[in-house]
């Protein structure tokens, strides 16, 4: 148990259906994070949220919309995906500044859009 | 920018077998460089790291030592068990996040047999 809790843990969607991702961490972190992990592709980061003020979108297409409402709570709202967007979405968070930052990873969210 | 490289996968080793995973970097400066595993159906979690040049990080008897003059960062492991079988990940700071979000390899799978 990380401390990093992502629900759903499977998702199946149609490319016209509104779905949300939650991500919640009991860890007392100011930061966190959104990567995708797609099958024979290195994990990308899609944001990046400080102190819930998004420093980092890392040129993600408009269908994903990100909230960060406190610092312990993240979504990430979908809508009208296509079939590429199926991927593992991965939830992170962490605590502090600078490059020795420990990053807490959640199981993930198994995505996939029909 | 910067940027990690790592040896594709998978391995495939017996147990007892010593462990090499390649991993190269580009960066700017001397970031900190980190070791993530992801155990089948989890999120990854942090196996190592080292923050300067000729650090050695260790855990669960996994090494890695920060080399500035090959720009690597190679993890080993004396004798690999089952239960080592995960996907490992090199991964560094992104300059342009203030180095609060790391960038990954592509992973390399590991599958040792009994």
């Known amino acids: 148990e990380t401390g990093v809790t992502q629900t759903p843990r499977h998702l199946v969607m149609g490319m016209t259906n509104k779905k949300s991702l939650k991500c919640e961490q009991h860890?007392?972190?100011?930061?966190m994070y959104w990567y995708k992990q797609s099958a024979k592709k290195p994990l990308e980061l899609m944001f990046v949220?400080?102190?819930?003020?998004?420093?980092e979108n890392n040129s993600v297409p408009s269908r994903f919309s990100p909230e960060c409402p406190n610092s312990s709570h993240l979504f990430l709202h979908l809508h009208t995906l296509q079939p590429e967007d199926s991927a593992l979405y991965l939830c992170?968070?962490?605590?502090?500044?600078?490059?020795?930052?420990?990053?807490?990873f959640g199981s993930g969210t198994q995505l996939s859009v029909l | 920018g910067d940027s990690v490289t790592q040896m594709e996968g998978p391995v495939t080793l017996s147990e007892e077998a010593f462990l090499t995973i390649n991993c190269t970097y580009t960066?700017?400066?001397?970031?900190?460089l980190f070791w993530y595993v992801q155990y089948p159906g989890e999120g990854l979690q942090l196996l190592l790291k080292?923050?300067?040049?000729?650090d050695k990080g260790s855990n669960k008897g996994f090494e890695a030592t920060y080399r500035k003059e090959t720009t690597s960062f190679h993890l080993e492991k004396g004798s690999v068990q089952v239960s080592d079988s995960a996907v490992y990940f090199c991964?560094?700071?992104?300059?342009?996040?203030?180095?609060?979000?790391?960038?990954f390899g592509s992973g390399t799978r590991l599958q040792v047999q009994p």
């Open positions: 992170a968070s962490s605590q502090g500044q600078g490059a020795n930052e420990k990053l807490f």
């Open positions: 860890l007392g972190h100011n930061a």
């Open positions: 949220y400080s102190l819930e003020e998004r420093v």
């Open positions: 960066a700017t400066g001397y970031p900190s």
């Open positions: 080292a923050t300067k040049a000729d």
């Open positions: 991964a560094l700071p992104l300059g342009d996040t203030g180095r609060r979000a790391l960038t």
